[in-house]
């Protein structure tokens, strides 16, 4: 299959060329959020205050990294079920978020917002937290940090292994269960 | 009475925590091998592969095999005949605090509605079973979100029967697909009634993933229940493959003549769970 060292952010044409099934190595600046942290951003936009980070050509990794133990920049870092992040995918997608990355299935919503704008959904393995956070070099938080595991971290990765789960043409690579009725 | 001092029973859950979360059980690791063997998908394959370097990396840095190092579930089997001074509860929650703290381990519990983290990853779960003598025994759970998430309980018709269960089941796996971290293990708890369900179900999680429940026809229904899930051809990550479950593993309970309980508890690959003596 198909593989890809791309650098963040993320273009129109990064996406255009990403099929479901594709190995991407993610480099650069990614930002991790899950369910505590997109209630707030979304808090932010209703405000119409401006978010912790630039959303165009972003990356939103959904991650809760366990502590930094001494003498490394962030714990075990695996991804969480994104599907708890549906709710807010679509509107971040509007406004120029280029990537997600997590494990497990989305809504028809966030697919249809990644149609629309050009965006992608990556799958990052779950449960390998640690061999993950090999991958993340950096760590630092940037907004929320009263969150704990949910604050947004600005995250520095090198050769971050990704799988293309939806592209931005309608492809899936989850398979289908095959249910007899 | 027999006495056991509360810091022993501390100083041995907190070391429990740490080290359940950093090395993955020998017989979760051996299936990671059968599947790494023998997974018939090279995606799968490639997830088989991932999960042995990242049990590898995790033994060797202390390094959580995964951030969600989940709420702390207790099964305590507490004799009657022993005397914890300060409380069993207490002693043991102290020692899940240490541990999440000094193992640098994620804490992952809040408020429901609010959302507000509790700090110090309590409360503890704990489940007291009281039995016979004067020993004392400890199992921990390290349960993550994800694949709780995924679990479910049910309350069948009896008309419904082994037929109405096997479907539930099935059907859950399917529609999980992805989401729980597949290979997943099952506990599958049957009968009981509403609460106790669910409890049987999430303690069969226990049990070694390769031993044989002595009860031959349970034995038959857990392999049934373990092709039948396998045939929907989920695979690791949901990739697609024959590994969609490692084990299930079935426990039983009376239930009431009107009703038929029933409990799928999902248990991501990540099985991480200990137990001590005293």
């Not at chain 1, 505590?36 to 809760?64: N, Q, T």
Request: a neutral charge.
């Amino acid at each position: 299959m198909p593989t890809y060292t791309l650098n963040t952010p993320l273009t129109d044409a990064d996406i255009e060329k990403l099929r479901a099934g594709d190995v991407v190595l993610l480099n650069g600046i990614i930002y991790s959020g899950r369910d505590a942290a997109h209630k707030k951003l979304m808090e932010l936009l209703d405000a119409g205050k401006p978010l912790p980070f630039d959303l165009k050509g972003a990356s939103i990794y959904y991650v809760g990294p366990s502590p930094a133990p001494p003498g490394r920049p962030i714990g075990a870092a695996g991804p969480t079920t994104s599907g708890r992040m549906d709710a807010y995918a679509p509107r971040l997608h509007a406004l120029g978020l280029k990537a997600s990355i997590g494990k497990g299935k989305r809504s028809d919503e966030v697919k249809q917002a990644m149609r629309d704008n050009k965006a992608v959904y990556f799958g990052a393995t779950g449960g390998a937290g640690a061999l993950l956070s090999k991958c993340i070099t950096a760590s630092k938080i940037i907004a929320f940090e009263e969150l704990g595991p949910e604050a947004i971290r600005e995250m520095t990765v090198k050769d971050f292994p990704l799988l293309v789960i939806n592209d931005a043409f309608g492809g899936e690579l989850y398979a289908k269960p095959k249910l007899d009725d | 009475m027999r006495e056991i001092k509360a810091a022993d029973i501390s100083a041995a859950v907190a070391q429990m925590c740490m080290s359940a979360n950093t090395m993955l059980p020998e017989d979760v690791r051996r299936k990671f091998e059968e599947g790494y063997k023998n997974e018939s998908t090279e995606a799968g394959k490639e997830i088989f592969r991932q999960l042995l370097e990242n049990a590898d990396l995790s033994a060797e840095t202390k390094l959580p095999l995964c951030q969600d190092c989940g709420l702390a579930i207790f099964y305590v089997e507490l004799g009657e005949d022993v005397y914890v001074p300060g409380g069993i509860n207490k002693a043991i929650t102290d020692g899940m605090v240490a541990g999440y703290k000094d193992g640098f381990l994620r804490k992952s519990s809040c408020h429901p509605l609010e959302r507000k983290n509790t700090g110090d990853n309590t409360p503890a779960i704990i489940h007291i079973d009281f039995v016979p003598g004067d020993k004392l025994k400890i199992s921990y759970m390290a349960k993550g979100g994800g694949s709780e998430n995924m679990s479910r309980v049910t309350m069948l018709s009896p008309s419904q029967g082994w037929e109405g269960i096997k479907k539930f089941v099935v059907q859950r796996v399917a529609e999980a697909g992805p989401n729980p971290c597949p290979p997943t293990i099952l506990g599958i708890g049957i009968g009981g009634n509403f609460e106790q369900a669910p409890k049987i179900a999430k303690k069969a999680l226990l049990r070694k993933l390769d031993d044989v429940h002595p009860d031959p026809k349970v034995a038959a229904m857990e392999a049934e229940l373990l092709e039948a899930v396998n045939k929907l051809g989920i695979g690791p990550m949901g990739l697609g493959g024959s590994y969609t479950c490692l084990a299930v593993k079935i426990a039983l309970a009376p239930c009431h003549i009107a009703s038929l309980p029933l409990a799928v508890n999902v248990q991501c690959h990540s099985a991480r769970h200990e137990e001590v003596e005293f």
